[in-house]
Protein backbone atom coordinates (compact mmCIF):
# COMPACT_ATOMS: atom_id res chain seq x y z
CA UNK A 1 0.00 0.00 0.00
CA UNK A 2 1.62 3.34 -1.33
CA UNK A 3 -0.97 5.57 1.01
CA UNK A 4 -3.48 8.06 -0.02
CA UNK A 5 -2.72 9.49 -3.91
CA UNK A 6 -1.07 12.86 -3.87
CA UNK A 7 0.00 13.71 -7.96
CA UNK A 8 -0.91 11.41 -10.89
CA UNK A 9 -0.02 12.54 -14.45
CA UNK A 10 1.06 15.87 -12.81
CA UNK A 11 -2.14 16.23 -11.52
CA UNK A 12 -2.39 17.29 -7.57
CA UNK A 13 -4.91 14.97 -6.09
CA UNK A 14 -6.52 16.49 -3.02
CA UNK A 15 -8.91 14.16 -0.73
CA UNK A 16 -10.60 15.77 2.08
CA UNK A 17 -11.60 12.88 4.31
CA UNK A 18 -13.91 15.10 6.41
CA UNK A 19 -15.41 16.45 3.57
CA UNK A 20 -15.12 13.76 1.35
CA UNK A 21 -14.17 16.39 -1.04
CA UNK A 22 -11.99 15.63 -4.06
CA UNK A 23 -10.48 18.62 -5.66
CA UNK A 24 -8.02 17.51 -8.67
CA UNK A 25 -5.43 20.43 -9.54
CA UNK A 26 -3.56 20.99 -12.79
CA UNK A 27 -1.74 23.78 -11.21
CA UNK A 28 2.07 21.97 -11.94
CA UNK A 29 0.96 21.55 -15.60
CA UNK A 30 -0.31 25.10 -16.58
CA UNK A 31 3.24 26.13 -15.02
CA UNK A 32 4.98 24.08 -17.07
CA UNK A 33 2.93 25.53 -20.08
CA UNK A 34 3.58 28.95 -19.22
CA UNK A 35 7.17 28.21 -18.73
CA UNK A 36 7.54 26.26 -22.02
CA UNK A 37 5.23 28.98 -24.26
CA UNK A 38 7.45 32.01 -22.81
CA UNK A 39 4.55 33.20 -20.89
CA UNK A 40 6.01 33.95 -17.59
CA UNK A 41 5.73 37.88 -17.75
CA UNK A 42 2.23 37.65 -18.95
CA UNK A 43 -0.37 39.37 -17.32
CA UNK A 44 -3.29 37.31 -16.07
CA UNK A 45 -6.84 37.68 -17.55
CA UNK A 46 -10.19 36.48 -16.75
CA UNK A 47 -12.47 34.29 -19.04
CA UNK A 48 -15.93 34.82 -18.69
CA UNK A 49 -17.52 31.61 -19.18
CA UNK A 50 -21.34 31.36 -17.76
CA UNK A 51 -21.40 28.45 -15.13
CA UNK A 52 -22.95 25.59 -16.30
CA UNK A 53 -22.88 26.45 -19.68
CA UNK A 54 -22.81 23.14 -21.95
CA UNK A 55 -21.13 22.97 -25.14
CA UNK A 56 -22.40 20.30 -27.66
CA UNK A 57 -21.23 19.08 -30.92
CA UNK A 58 -22.71 21.57 -33.15
CA UNK A 59 -20.09 24.03 -31.83
CA UNK A 60 -17.15 22.12 -32.48
CA UNK A 61 -15.32 22.00 -35.92
CA UNK A 62 -17.54 20.99 -38.94
CA UNK A 63 -15.50 21.20 -42.18
CA UNK A 64 -12.00 19.52 -42.66
CA UNK A 65 -10.60 22.91 -43.83
CA UNK A 66 -11.65 24.01 -40.28
CA UNK A 67 -9.77 21.41 -38.52
CA UNK A 68 -6.80 21.98 -40.81
CA UNK A 69 -6.84 25.46 -39.81
CA UNK A 70 -7.08 24.86 -36.33
CA UNK A 71 -4.69 22.72 -36.41
CA UNK A 72 -2.03 25.75 -37.09
CA UNK A 73 -2.92 27.09 -33.99
CA UNK A 74 -1.00 26.91 -30.95
CA UNK A 75 -3.29 26.60 -28.07
Not at 49 to 72: F, H, I, R, T
Request: aromatic content about 8%.
Amino acid sequence: DLGEIKWLLGLKIDYKRESSITSILQTAYIDAMVKHFGLTDAKPVTTLLEPGMMLGNDQSLAMPKQYDEMCNVPY
